[in-house]
């Protein structure tokens, strides 16, 4: 099986993350089972949005920067426009994002 991180430097602050490159499918259900019967078509709730890319972050980020733990909390210290990335990046990981470009 092909190692399953991939290194993402982001372009502001110049940290480096290490992030999956996938997810396992029962991750995946698990992740989007907890959050797919709460979720209304027509009705963002931020509250369920910040639980959702918490979550995500626990998920796929191996390391940010020299973290190794507390993920989120770190995330939340970025500057936005590296926070958007790595948010982007592992949407990708877990199939939600883009075709997966070359970091």
Do not use: C
């Not at 396992?24 to 639980?51: F, N, P």
């Not at 796929?60 to 939340?76: P, S």
């Amino acid at each position: 099986m092909e190692d399953n991180k991939r290194t993402l430097k982001l372009p502001v602050s110049g940290k480096i993350a290490v992030i999956k490159k996938w997810i396992t499918a029962k991750e995946k259900r698990g992740l989007l089972g907890t959050y797919a019967g709460r979720a209304e078509k027509d009705k963002i709730d931020m509250t369920l949005v910040e639980e959702y890319e918490k979550a995500l972050i626990g998920f796929v980020v191996l390391k940010l920067g020299d973290d190794t733990d507390k993920f989120y909390e770190k995330a939340l210290e970025l500057p936005s426009n590296d926070y958007e990335l790595l948010i982007e990046e592992v949407n990708k990981s877990v199939g939600l994002g883009d075709e997966e470009k070359k970091v």
